[in-house]
């Protein structure tokens, strides 16, 4: 359910470029650099991510976001809150003490990390990122922040792919999601 008309949702979808068999054959690739290059919707979208906390009552205490895109929109989302932001890395990039979790890709295993002290026994947490698609990443950001003894409020994206199950592998954790597309 959105909180936004549809005259809004669908300026914003003109912000989003479809690539057509990339990167392989079958796959219709939703591009927002459109939408990077541009300040008045970068500044729109982290108002309609503030609009969705405040609907949803959201108080977090932090933002948490994966690279690389969650850095993008984490951050200008936690300045807007007032609050900080958690970086959620690839093995290597973090220079303290780290936790790790490995986790299922469609081909293959990936491993994020989050320093060690980065959250407090507690903390109310939103992970935010660009794309929801399968939920893995996600998942994984979550399952970090649990081991910290964080509680995730929500989730928040900017393109959902409906129909890879991800709501499913999140649930029952709220999923906010801008804009919707068939995977």
């Known amino acids: 359910m959105t909180i936004f008309d549809e005259v809004t949702i669908k300026n914003l979808q003109q912000q989003i470029r479809t690539i057509p068999d990339f990167p392989i054959e079958g796959i219709m690739f939703r591009d927002i650099t459109p939408l990077l290059n541009s300040g008045e919707y970068l500044n729109k979208v982290t108002e309609m991510f503030v609009q969705i906390c405040n609907h949803n009552d ?11 895109r ?23 990039k973090l220079p303290s003490s780290t936790i790790k979790i490995e986790y299922s890709l469609e081909y293959g295993t990936n491993v994020l ?20 698609a399968t939920g893995g990443t996600v998942d994984a950001c979550v399952k970090l922040c649990q081991q910290q003894g964080g ?24 999923c906010e999601s801008l804009l919707l597309y068939s995977a």
């Open 151 to 174: 509680e995730v409020i929500g989730t928040l994206f900017v393109i959902e792919l409906e129909g890879l199950g991800a709501r499913d592998k999140l649930h029952p954790i709220p």
């Open 58 to 68: 959201w108080k977090p205490d932090y933002i948490v976001g994966p690279e690389a």
């Open 70 to 92: 969650g850095f993008i929109f984490g951050p200008m989302l936690a300045a807007k809150l007032g609050i900080g932001f958690i970086p959620v890395r690839k093995p290597g």
């Open 113 to 132: 990390e989050m320093h060690d002290d980065a959250i407090s026994i507690g903390s109310k947490l939103i992970i935010i990122d660009d794309l929801l």
